[in-house]
């Protein structure tokens, strides 16, 4: 139990010094990353929703 202890504990001391040399964005490169993800997302969904448009009409005029 005690070297099972010792081990989460290295491991979060591993963690924290990992943490400290992240590169963390700014607000400005955060708000623009998202916007970026915001704008792919809204582009494949329009895509998407098209695409199955597309298909449920021409299932539905082989159908009828």
């Known amino acids: 139990m005690k070297n099972i202890l010792i081990g989460i504990k290295d491991f979060l001391k591993e963690v924290r010094l990992e943490l400290k040399r992240v590169n963390w964005?700014?607000?400005?490169?955060?708000?623009?990353?998202?916007?970026?993800?915001?704008?792919t997302l809204t582009v494949v969904a329009m895509y998407l929703g098209a695409i199955d448009f597309l298909f449920s009409r021409g299932l539905n005029k082989l159908i009828q």
């Open 25 to 39: 964005p700014n607000k400005k490169e955060t708000i623009n990353y998202t916007l970026i993800v915001i704008g």
